[in-house]
């Protein structure tokens, strides 16, 4: 079945560190990636996305890579910053259409 | 409305009693999700419309728990004789078209005691 798990479930760097949070998924007929980040008492947020037909995505302070050969997903902060602790979710769809989450990496930055 | 609207944001029920939890997704948006988020857990795919149509229910945990869209556009879900598993947070989320990053709102936070 469709499951996507996470390598650590946190992770702790100092301020101003860049962070790797690294995500693990077991359906080779994922197309489509998101990471999601969730702040206490909140939904989750969209960060950044990426589909099956790329290996690395940009945006501002984070990059995705994703390597479909051993069915692997990370996320890249550069320069963590305070407001960046959170819960980082991954997340896939398939061909069901449905996002499947991961269990989380709660980050915390210390000062 | 800026994105999607959750009501209520907390919900407390006794045991046995009803509750409807409802979604207003961001308008024009075609896809609509719910799901259920544990305490330290990610959230659990409960259901999917495309429009008005539930396309997807294989998440929904019982019986007791049914979920609608009638006119493709606010959704409610209505769990029936809650009990105390079904206390966690209901998540909803929306998204322009299939294969689309979905924007979630708050959640209701359901406390079943």
């Known amino acids: 079945g469709e499951s996507v798990g996470l390598h650590l479930p946190t992770l702790s760097v100092q301020e101003g560190d860049n962070s790797i949070i690294n995500c693990a998924y077991s359906?080779?007929?994922?197309?489509?990636f998101i990471w999601y980040k969730q702040e206490s008492g909140k939904g989750p947020q969209f960060i950044i996305d990426?589909?099956?037909?790329?290996d690395k995505r940009q945006g501002q302070r984070v990059t995705v890579l994703l390597n479909k050969t051993v069915k692997h997903l990370s996320l890249q902060i550069a320069a963590t910053q305070p407001g960046d602790s959170a819960v980082y979710f991954c997340a896939e769809i398939g061909g069901a259409q449905k996002l499947v989450f991961g269990q989380g990496t709660r980050l915390t930055i210390n000062p | 409305g800026a994105g999607v609207s959750q009501s209520p944001r907390y919900k407390v029920a006794k045991r046995g009693q009803d509750v409807a939890l409802r979604c207003d997704p961001i308008s024009g948006h075609v896809s609509l999700f719910w799901y259920q988020q544990a305490l330290g857990q990610g959230p659990e795919f409960l259901t999917y419309f495309q429009n008005e149509a539930q396309l997807d229910k294989s998440g929904l945990p019982s019986d007791r728990f049914f979920a609608e869209r009638p006119e493709g556009s606010v959704s409610t879900l209505k769990i029936q004789r809650t009990q105390q598993e079904d206390s966690a947070v209901y998540l909803c989320?929306?998204?322009?078209?299939?294969?689309?990053?979905?924007?979630f709102g708050q959640g209701t936070r359901l406390t079943v005691v």
């Open positions: 990426i589909r099956s037909n790329m």
């Open positions: 359906n080779s007929a994922s197309d489509y």
């Open positions: 989320a929306s998204s322009p078209r299939m294969n689309t990053e979905a924007f």
